[in-house]
DNA sequence: CTGAATTTTCAAATAAAATTGAAAGTAATC
DNA sequence: GATTACTTTCAATTTTATTTGAAAATTCAG
């Protein structure tokens, strides 16, 4: 297979996995061109690569940029900007974890935890049904957040090492 | 807050929550309703619970089934289907990561490790980035899907202690 | 300052995903 | 084997999410 067609096939199949996971299968398609180019690329370059819109294209590598996926580099003399991806893996997953912890997770938790105070008849079992199913929810959650808070300040040495700990 | 109103946020967070992570935004709603109730739910239940049409119920309830999280039950002397679900929340959590892995995370790296064989110059600096990227995400993805791997068969137990062990 | 290069915004258009509902299918009962 | 009580399917519709592109804003160089 020559780079041009696998790159073309990596560019779907990150937007693919993205997409399946609720990341914006463009703002994935960005990121895979870029995690997969030597250099930075600019706008221009990004929108010839991918055939789509300026506006779009600026988005989706601001959204990357807040994510804290992709930088930007400035080429002096130069007043166009270029882009580059974070290609270190390990980093990825972590910056992708925390972000998503703080966007999608935590505010959900803590409504969830709210409505584990509901007013009610001790002895009514839809009440108390209700109730058990938000405090398994809750041990639960208490247990991957905090894993997962870890994971986020852990370096690759770590996961490694938990990961053969975990093996035995 | 009473319990009814209780009920109504959790569907709504859960929907959310599905939502953001790529799961049918009605699925997960059908998913929170028969979490938080105490008996199994007929199809007309859950229409009149959630507002929706018969098709649309089906569907989702169907989906569920499919991925393990709820049980159809049959009443004797009934004709009716009565739907309940999966209550230990380690369990469904296991099943959700078991389901997600085969339908879409093995195809997208059964892909990515196809793209790893690129022919091309061994000096070309476009290939070296893109090899060097593969290699990175199979490294990464390798030690995650075998950790992931023995949590989904690991029982509840197996998580609290690897947990207590990655705290220190 | 002024103007050219570039980035950003966002209302309107388009595309994708989810939903409806009625018709077709299935299965239990008499 | 016909009737009834359901469940399933899927083309058409509706809703939601994404994308476009042109106008506005910004930034830099002279």
Redo the contacts between chains.
Sequence with gaps: ???DE??E??IQ?WG??G????INRTMAQVHALL????NSLSAEDIMAALRISRGNTNMNVRALIDWGLVYKEIRSGERKEYFSAE????HV?KQIAKERRKR??EP?FR??ND?R????DAD???????T???R??H??AS??D??LD?LIRADESW??N??L???K
């Design positions: 297979m020559q780079l696998a790159k096939k990596f199949a693919t996995l997409s399946n996971w609720g995690l997969a180019s030597a290609k270190d893996i390990w997953f999608e997770l959900i409504v969830l409505l105070h509901v007013e009610g009514n079992q839809e009440l108390k049904a209700f058990e199913t938000l398994g929810i041990t639960f247990k991957a905090n894993t870890r996961f490694s938990a990961f700990k975990l093996m």
